[in-house]
């Protein structure tokens, strides 16, 4: 845990950097349904971030990806896509990968303690998940589709460090 350097406990959070390859589509998907289960949850000490291993930095969420989380009252529109690198490492608590090749870039940038593959994460100590399906470039059914999928993975992800972040 970070704090936020005036030694108040309050201002103590947890951050969480989910990273895929554009951060256009599956990275701020779940970012965004992080946000909104992390409201639902009332964790105002958790905060959320994305970014891309090869993203081209200020390009908007793609078109399908917005519609698709538009959809179940979620918003994307104010997103624009970031790099990763080694200050957003510096900044996460942990850091979520959508597939087993964003973890070597993490590990690049120094994350190599701190991350971990999102579908593993969600599984727990003794499971192994599945990489999050890459959408770009499909029909909005394949949007939803990963969306459906990483909804049930953050909120996964979130009931697992429950233990450790429930207010």
């Known amino acids: 845990m ?9 201002g103590t959070t ?5 990273v895929c390859t554009g951060n256009t589509c ?3 998907m779940a970012e ?9 949850r009332g964790w105002k000490h958790v905060q959320v971030a994305s970014a891309g291993t090869a993203a081209l930095p200020g390009d908007s969420a793609s078109e399908h990806a ?4 538009h959809s179940r009252g979620v918003s994307l529109a104010a997103h624009r896509s970031r790099a990763l690198g080694p200050d957003l490492v510096d900044w996460a608590d942990l850091i979520l990968t959508m597939g087993p090749g964003h973890l070597d870039a993490v590990a690049r940038a120094g994350g190599e303690e701190k991350m971990a593959l999102l579908g593993d994460f969600a ?3 003794d499971g192994a998940g599945s990489a ?3 959408p770009f470039g499909g029909p909005e059914s394949v949007y939803e589709e990963t969306s459906r999928q990483l909804a049930e993975l953050v909120q996964r992800a979130l009931d697992r460090l429950a233990p450790i972040l429930h207010p």
Do not use: K, T
């Open 2 to 10: 970070q704090s936020d350097g005036r030694g108040d406990p309050a």
């Open 14 to 18: 947890f951050n969480i950097l989910f």
């Open 26 to 28: 599956r990275s701020p």
């Open 32 to 40: 965004a349904i992080a946000r909104d289960e992390l409201e639902r």
């Open 66 to 69: 917005v519609a698709v989380l």
């Open 123 to 125: 599984a727990g100590a």
């Open 132 to 134: 999050v399906r890459d």
